[in-house]
T-cell receptor
Framework: DQQVKQNSPSLSVQEGRISILNCDYT??????FLWYKKYPAEGPTFLIS?????DKNEDGRFTVFLNKSAKHLSLHIVPSQPGDSAVYFC??????????????FGQGTTLQVKP | DGGITQSPKYLFRKEGQNVTLSCEQN?????MYWYRQDPGQGLRLIYY???????QKGDIAEGYSVSREKKESFPLTVTSAQKNPTAFYLC???????????FGPGTRLTVL
């Protein structure tokens, strides 16, 4: 049972344009969401997070939007740069799991930014 | 220079052999985690530890074992009971459970 889903395995955008990566979740107990970026053969690096009490969080070129009613979050990258090309994972944790710190990860979306 | 180190980066073992993957952190984090990543899949939690001398099974603990004798160290043993051990293994830590997790560079294990 995949509680966190990233339905697009890959995304290709032109440099300078907006990249929008999507993530859906099924567990309404999730209250904290994170995005990680991963290059091949390296560990993921934390990008940005959002608590369920917010619907938007912004950090430089990265903005995460949360739509709790739709159980959907998205990561916007503006403007996209070739160095953004990587695999992006969304992750979630919830009230039941927040004491353990367990994160549930999506399958990842590979972003390619073309020069 | 704080961070999480995993060694070695690449590891080869023969089928039927146990192998231990190292994970060390000098971030003074209480919580540590082990994940595995397979092609086309997300990260799946193997074991986690919230505090020294304590650890819990994750979603795919069968065939694995861990220890947490020191705060900075959380080694993972892949036993011969693990049916499909070839994967990319990632260790992570967080200052406390529920906070952002910081990942090491990973170890790619190949069982021949």
């Amino acid at each position: 049972d995949q509680q966190v889903k990233q339905n697009s395995p890959s995304l290709s955008v032109q440099e300078g344009r907006i990249s929008i990566l999507n993530c859906d979740y099924t567990n309404s107990m999730f209250d904290y969401f994170l995005w990680y970026k991963k290059y091949p053969a390296e560990g993921p690096t934390f990008l940005i997070s959002i608590s369920s009490i917010k619907d938007k969080n912004e950090d430089g070129r990265f903005t995460v939007f949360l739509n709790k009613s739709a159980k959907h979050l998205s990561l916007h990258i503006v403007p996209s740069q070739p160095g953004d090309s990587a695999v992006y994972f969304c992750a979630a944790s919830g009230i039941g799991s927040s004491n353990t710190g367990k994160l549930i990860f999506g399958q990842g979306t590979t972003l390619q930014v073309k020069p | 220079d704080g961070g999480i180190t995993q060694s070695p980066k690449y590891l080869f073992r023969k089928e039927g052999q146990n192998v231990t993957l190292s994970c060390e952190q000098n971030l003074n984090h209480d919580a540590m985690y082990w994940y595995r990543q397979d092609p086309g899949q997300g990260l799946r939690l193997i074991y986690y530890s919230q505090i020294v001398n304590d650890f819990q099974k994750g979603d795919i603990a069968e065939g694995y074992s861990v220890s947490r004798e020191k705060k900075e160290s959380f080694p993972l043993t892949v036993t011969s009971a693990q049916k499909n051990p070839t994967a990319f293994y990632l260790c992570a830590s967080s200052i406390s459970p529920g906070q952002e997790q910081f990942f090491g560079p990973g170890t790619r294990l190949t069982v021949l």
